[in-house]
């Protein structure tokens, strides 16, 4: 399997459920990053992990919460999330430190808060 | 501060009807320029990297040139295929984590 894979594809959950996406990327990058993208609005970057260690966070609520135990692996942990959290989150990696610096994105999770 | 403006917002043709999207960016010291394409409820696909002023990228009826203010992503007879969301973002010099994106232009082409 190649590029950028994101578990599930759809999310149903209630404000008090705790649940977990997943991102896998199979192209030998050593960053990855979680994007939120919400109708109408430009994505919005949460997360970056440069060679498994967090650089960036962009003033994200403390519902969200980011794993990357690997450079080929990333997590966002979810909890008592808002309805206004709903909507596609994506998954991206890249390899800054070569000459193409372009980002992969995978599928997306669709996420519905109820 | 580092920003991307895309324009239109949305652009509507007739199957064969040639057009170009815009990309208007601010950022200090470009590193790299990128088009991406989006379609409904899937994840943005890389298109092109452009790196400096003059350069240009094909593929197939899509072509992208970039100048030091904008970046212009031209469609020439275009399919009812290629209609989508088509994204453009930038990378700082200073920065090559973080990608910036514009809003995005949806293309609705008509048969």
């Known amino acids: 399997e190649t590029g950028v894979t994101q578990t599930p594809r759809h999310l149903v959950m209630g404000m008090t459920n705790k649940k977990s996406l997943k991102c896998e990327q199979h192209l030998g990058h050593n960053a990855m990053y979680w994007y939120k993208q919400s109708a109408k609005k430009p994505l919005e970057l949460m997360f970056v992990y440069s060679l498994e260690e967090r650089v960036e966070n962009n003033s994200v609520p403390s519902r969200f919460s980011p794993e990357c135990p690997n450079s080929s692996h990333l997590f966002l942990h979810l909890h008592t999330l808002q309805p206004e959290d709903s909507a596609l989150y994506l998954c991206?990696?890249?390899?800054?430190?070569?000459?193409?610096?372009?980002?992969?994105f995978g599928q997306g999770t669709r996420l519905t808060v109820v | 501060e580092d920003q991307v403006t895309q324009s239109p917002e949305a652009l509507r043709l007739q199957e064969g009807e040639s057009s170009s999207l815009n990309c208007s960016y601010t950022v200090s010291g470009l590193r790299g320029l990128f088009w991406y394409r989006q379609d409904p409820g899937k994840g943005p696909e890389f298109l092109f990297t452009?790196?400096?002023a003059g350069e240009e990228k094909e593929k197939e009826r899509l072509k992208a040139t970039l100048t030091k203010k904008e970046s212009f992503l031209h469609i020439t007879a275009p399919k009812p295929e290629d209609s989508a969301t088509y994204l453009c973002a930038v990378q700082a010099v200073y920065n090559f984590n973080k990608f910036y994106f514009g809003s995005g232009t949806k293309l609705n082409v008509k048969p």
């Open positions: 991206a990696s890249s390899h800054p430190g070569q000459t193409n610096t372009e980002a992969f």
């Open positions: 452009l790196y400096s």
